[in-house]
């Protein structure tokens, strides 16, 4: 590896009693070139943060790509499902379609979905401009 860089770029307060979360984004360059970027989402008794998220050879998580989108699913201490989806600092508001349809003007998103709900989650930032998920990881707890 070439370098890596972590950052947080979102926490978020979870529904039910289930405390905070935080989304980080890690990116790793090898010595030729390729990347690969990676979305984790820590919860309260979470260890460690899980991989919601990852794409190779693109410029999210950099100072090319500072605009971050994510989703996952996550399971509440009650036993009900929802969506949650973060943006980093540039987002000024979140859409979740598809299975489930829900809007926040923020930065955060937690609305209840059944587990098998699929959503896209699309970030607006004030200039008009969408920002478009870090695609999925094929996580079965997700």
């Not at 890596?4 to 905070?20: K, M, T, Y």
């Not at 919860?43 to 989703?71: E, L, M, N």
């Not at 709900?117 to 079965?140: K, R, Y």
Request: aromatic share 6%; glycine share 10%; with cysteine.
């Amino acid at each position: 590896m070439r370098a890596v860089n972590l950052w947080d770029f979102a926490d978020q307060r979870l529904p039910q009693g289930g405390g905070e979360a935080v989304w980080s984004c890690a990116r790793a360059i090898t010595w030729r070139g390729s990347s690969e970027v990676s979305v984790r989402l820590r919860t309260d008794g979470t260890d460690p943060a899980r991989v919601v998220a990852r794409s190779g050879d693109t410029a999210a998580c950099s100072r090319f790509g500072q605009h971050v989108v994510a989703g996952a699913r996550w399971l509440s201490p009650k036993g009900d499902w929802y969506r949650l989806a973060a943006g980093s600092r540039a987002v000024t508001s979140l859409a979740v379609t598809g299975g489930v349809t829900a809007r926040s003007d923020g930065r955060t998103l937690a609305v209840r979905a059944s587990k098998d709900a699929q959503a896209e989650v699309t970030g607006h930032l004030a200039t008009g401009d969408d920002v478009s998920t870090v695609p999925t990881a094929d996580d079965p707890h997700q």
